[in-house]
């Protein structure tokens, strides 16, 4: 690792100022993707500004039909939230299968968000619910938000506050983990939402994560497995890689949509 | 009697530090005045070296040095050798290349170092070998045998003329085509044997310490063969002649064959510690450690075996080409030929066998011993075989197996080996009636009714192990001898302490050897005190791989024993004034039997040590040596039933249940074995399913952590179900065979078998992944749907 300034910050506002005053800083959360990278020399940020100490990013609340969550929440959190699992149950089920146990008791909603790992979990959940994405200046809708691999709408020194995720009728999620690295290889976040049904997949799309018209079409005319399964995915806008064709990942699409309705 | 001797499931001495976190591995060795060291390594897998500037690295804060290969071979430091001669079919000897533990004109593969950092920490080190400028010429380059092999292909050493490293053969070329020409029925099969990283948990380490006052070296390192080492270095490598040269290793943290070999870094820390006049120590990181431990398996093949109308084998024919990287490492070349290619008769009585094996050179880390050796791909290219046969035949896989089997000892196959004893059929009974064969159709049946496809695959395997008579391996070309040594130190009080020149690495040697003694001392275990790993300590040996270290390095203690032995019971006939015939050693006494007349063990030490009343002409003191060459090699041997259930939508597979009966001759812990068998059972499920080292076309390693190299988890292994079905190995003193292997040789033809049995489809390579699964299922439907 390279040499780095650390500092914890204190308040939404303490952490974005510190943030403008550095060279080339990021901001710290969970730290399950940065730290390792840094520890790979991969990444060298001149300053760290830790959020994760910051108690206003740590609340979950349910308010009618809308269920808030803090950025630093951690997976585990969220995972063991009842308030969440009465909710939207599938949302707990998606965070209580992030990574390992030591993984969801550090890694957090809003560092995952941020980083918009093609194959993270939480990017699903985002757009196939219609989440919105709370800042320290605005909200931007989900569908607006996830831009391409690894890319976000966020601005320069941007922060994630919050994500605010409207309770759906009905909503399921279902991976098909890497066997490696056991992210999604196919994550499937299937919904039926006040504006209809969204389907979003993780960790299949040649440009992260994306929603799959066809398959909003086809569960928005019968919401079954069966349905999902009729739909065929363009392996051409699928991954390939050593673990797994990009006619493969297609046909995962629709197998983890149809069981992702299931676990609805 | 004490209860610890062997057969005792005795809980392992060794855990508790280990388990406490108190074990001292090389890592935790800090030397005073320690530098660290980094290393430069090449990018490119093929490229000339033109320049190295290492200015703006020696300038930086801590930097001690900035050292190159001109200098390491300015100074005399030899080139990294293979051990093992091997000679072409033309009579021609092995194309080895030089490698220097720092390149000096020309890097070969990812990972290659060209320079090494001393500086004053760790980051500094890693630091100043960032800012070290290497210019390279980037060459094309080969990261596989069929690119290797390619008219027009880089050549990769200027010795050896399209990187062919030898040509090789084995058996006889002429009776066996004869007999497949002849054949009612023949099967024919390609064969890819995948290519796995090593993995121990701990990574390789060493620290090197040169004194100059005494002009002596002391090097720790995680080795399984400290002697060898330190014979290596010095005789080869130049570092210091053997008696100013101490290799030792302390705990290791598994080795699985990766720390068998001598690499550049041990080699660069001696050397930099003299340059330096500094302790020098390294660790590799993981990433390091999937660039440069040396990889396993890597074969290419294609097999015919051929069949008498009544379903008698007649012959079998194999040609491998097999991957050796860009060096041949230590014992590299014996890998795909005698540790390979003399078990291709497998359990089978098989009058003709002819291989023929080509290895090459390629752009990728040097290839070698990893768990089993060149008897896995064996077992996996025969039982693979006899599966497909089966089911062309269409006959019941056991029975073909069973109809074949060699029934009587010993047995001379056509490829060197002589089989000492086994009963294969009764390994096959046990596992089948354990596996309960006879309820797999229901269980088919239950299972389609989920939606799920259900296989049984069978494994019938044999190794060789106790590697090896000294004077045969030498005539196929080894450059040491396979014996080993043990030293047996009975102290005044009748304490033990055992010398042995095995080395445990994991395998629990500070609890089964002991748990000999105490079998035959009847003493607790606790007095017993096993010393390895050290060349100031003990006095010579070869150390732990290829299972030797039951049959091989206990073999030694139990003759050292019998010398002892021998010698109390002297002492207790002249003290007790009885005939030697008569003593008896029990119950922590000496005893003249059938009379009340004893002395206690204790006691006999005192004696030897006291010498106040030893019989005339006897030498005081209680400590006897001796040195175990085998006779032969052992065969353990097993069969293995793994049924699976493949879920067609995704291709998931699932082992529902293995099963084992295993054939290691003696046990002398049984938990230990199990133990053993499980790992071993779980790294060939690791292999079959899950592993798997990619290169890209470019020599780019794709697998380089463990996002991308799939190591198994827990919940990828089932519970396996473990038996044993012994016989009694008649070539050593304690009738063992060895265990260490086994799991991992016999288990991936298993799970293969009855992956494809589950699927209908033979097409399938390992390791079957999901994605492979699904295209495999894939064609099935293609196939019905052109129907």
Not at chain 1, 228 to 257: C, N, P
Not at chain 2, 137 to 166: D, R, W, Y
Not at chain 2, 591 to 606: P, R, Y
Not at chain 2, 621 to 649: H, M, R, S, W
Request: proline content about 4%.
């Amino acid at each position: 690792m390279y040499d780095t300034t650390y500092y914890r910050a204190s308040s939404v506002s303490d952490a974005t100022s510190k943030l403008a005053g550095t060279e080339d800083g990021k901001f710290l959360a969970g730290g399950q993707t940065l730290i390792p990278t840094m520890k790979q020399r991969l990444a060298a940020p001149s300053d760290l500004v830790d959020v994760s100490g910051i108690d206003a990013l740590k609340n979950i609340s349910v308010d009618g039909d809308t269920v808030t969550i803090g950025a630093a929440c951690t997976h585990a959190q969220v995972a063991g939230s009842s308030e969440v699992a009465q909710a939207i149950p599938a949302l707990v089920s998606l965070a209580s299968g992030i990574g390992d146990p030591a993984v969801r008791a550090r890694g957090t909603i809003g560092g995952s968000i941020a980083n918009n790992d093609p194959a993270a979990d939480y990017p699903a959940a985002c757009l196939g619910l219609g989440a919105t994405i709370v800042t320290d200046s605005r909200e931007v809708p989900a569908d607006e938000f996830f831009v391409g691999m690894f890319e976000t709408a966020l601005e320069e020194g941007e922060m994630v506050t919050a994500v605010k995720f409207p309770k759906p009728a009905k909503a399921g999620y279902a991976k098909f983990p890497n066997p490696a690295s056991r992210y999604a290889m196919v994550g499937v976040m299937a919904a039926q939402t006040a504006n209809g049904v969204r389907v979003a997949v993780t960790g299949a799309g040649n440009d992260g994560v994306f929603r799959h018209s066809a398959l909003e079409e086809a569960l928005g005319a019968n919401w079954s497995a069966d349905a999902a399964q009729g739909v065929s995915t363009d392996a051409a806008d699928m991954m390939a890689d050593i673990h797994g064709s990009s006619e493969y990942r297609a046909h995962l699409v629709g197998v983890m949509a149809g069981r992702a309705v299931d676990n609805s | 009697m004490t209860d610890q001797g062997i057969g005792a499931r005795v809980l392992r001495k060794e855990d508790k530090r280990f388990i406490t976190g108190k074990g001292k591995y090389t890592d935790d060795i800090v030397q005073p005045n320690q530098a660290y060291a980094a290393f430069v390594r090449s990018p490119h897998a093929h490229a000339n070296v033109k320049s190295i500037d290492t200015s703006a690295a020696e300038a930086m804060d801590g930097v001690e040095a900035v050292l190159n290969g001109h200098q390491l071979t300015g100074d005399g430091i030899g080139n990294i050798i293979c051990g093992w001669g091997i000679t072409s079919k033309d009579g021609s000897p092995m194309n080895m290349g030089a490698w220097s533990a720092l390149a000096t004109d020309k890097v070969r593969y990812v990972g290659d170092a060209v320079a090494v950092v001393i500086a004053d920490s760790k980051a500094q080190a890693q630091a100043a070998a960032e800012a070290v400028m290497v210019d390279y010429e980037i060459l094309p380059a080969t990261s596989n045998v069929l690119a290797s092999m390619k008219e027009g292909a880089p050549q990769i050493h200027e010795n050896a003329p399209g990187n062919l490293i030898f040509d090789w053969e084995i058996g006889n070329k002429d009776e066996t085509d004869a007999a497949l020409a002849s054949a009612h029925h023949t099967t024919t099969m390609e064969i890819t044997n995948n290519r796995l990283s090593p993995n121990p948990m701990e990574p390789r380490s060493a620290v090197a310490t040169f004194d100059e006052s005494e002009d002596h070296y002391t090097l720790y390192t995680t080795s399984q063969n400290p002697h060898v080492a330190r014979l290596v270095l010095s005789a080869f490598y130049n570092v210091a002649p053997e008696h100013k040269l101490r290799v030792i290793a302390p705990d290791v943290g598994g080795g699985f064959g990766a720390k068998i070999y001598i690499y550049p870094e041990e080699i660069v820390c001696l050397w930099a510690s003299m340059k330096t006049n500094r302790s020098v120590k390294w660790t590799s990181t993981r990433s390091e450690a999937f660039l440069t431990d040396a990889h396993g398996r890597d074969h290419v093949s294609t097999a015919t075996m051929g069949f008498d109308a009544d379903n008698n084998i007649v012959g079998f024919k194999i040609n491998t080409k097999a991957n050796l990287g860009a060096y041949m490492s230590l014992f590299s070349s014996s890998v795909p030929t005698y540790l390979y290619a003399t078990l291709l008769s497998g359990q089978y009585n098989i009058a003709n066998v002819y291989c023929d094996v080509q290895t090459y050179y390629t752009n990728t880390v040097p290839v070698d011993a990893y768990r089993g050796a060149g008897r896995p791909e064996a077992a996996y290219l025969i039982e693979r075989m006899m599966e497909t046969a089966a089911r062309e035949l269409g006959v019941d896989p056991g029975e073909l197996r069973r109809q074949n089997f060699v029934r009587e000892f010993p047995h001379q196959t056509p490829v060197i080996m002589a089989y000492d004893s086994g009963d294969f059929a009764g390994n096959l009974d046990q596992a089948k009636a354990a596996a309960d064969v006879a309820g797999f159709s229901a269980r088919k049946e239950e299972a389609a009714r989920r939606g799920k496809l259900r296989g049984l695959g069978y494994s019938n395997y044999i190794e060789a192990c106790g590697i090896a008579p000294s004077a045969a391996v030498g005539s196929l070309g080894a450059g040491v001898g396979l014996w080993e040594s043990a030293e047996v130190r009975v102290n005044p009080v009748g304490t033990i302490e055992i010398l042995t020149g095995s080395h445990s690495h994991g395998q629990g040697h500070e609890t089964t050897f002991a748990q000999l003694v105490s079998e035959r001392f009847d003493l607790p275990t606790d007095n017993i005190q096993i010393v390895h790993g050290d060349t100031d300590k003990v006095q010579f040996g070869m150390g732990t791989y290829g299972s030797r270290s039951g049959a091989v390095g206990m073999s030694a203690i139990s003759k050292a024993l019998d010398k002892v032995e021998a010698k109390v019971k002297k002492i207790a006939a002249h003290v007790l004034e009885a005939s030697e015939d008569d003593i008896v050693i029990e119950g922590g006494e000496v005893k003249v039997k059938g009379t009340d007349k004893a002395m206690g063990w204790h006691e006999v030490g005192l004696s030897a040590y006291t010498a106040h009343n030893l019989p005339e002409g006897m030498e005081p003191g209680l400590k006897e040596g001796a040195f175990y060459d085998p006779t032969n090699f052992t065969f353990p041997a097993g069969c293995y039933i793994c049924e699976v259930e493949v879920d067609p939508q995704t291709g998931v597979t699932e082992i529902v249940q293995f099963t084992a009966s295993d054939d290691f001759g003696t046990i002398i812990n049984p938990m230990i074995v199990e133990g053993q068998v499980h790992g071993g059972i779980a790294q060939g499920i690791g292999q079959a399913m899950l592993e798997h080292a990619v290169y890209d076309d470019d020599g780019q390693l794709l697998s380089g952590s463990y996002m991308d190299y799939c190591m198994p988890r827990a919940d990828d292994v089932p519970n396996y179900t473990v038996s044993h079905h012994s016989t009694t190995c008649p070539g050593n003193p304690l009738g063992m065979k060895g265990c260490g292997e086994a799991g991992a040789i016999g288990s991936p033809p298993a799970v293969i078998n009855a992956i494809t049995d589950a699927i209908g489809n033979n097409n399938l390579s390992m390791p079957a992944t999901p994605s492979r699964v699904w295209a495999a299922l894939q064609q099935v439907s293609a196939a019905q749907a052109a129907e």
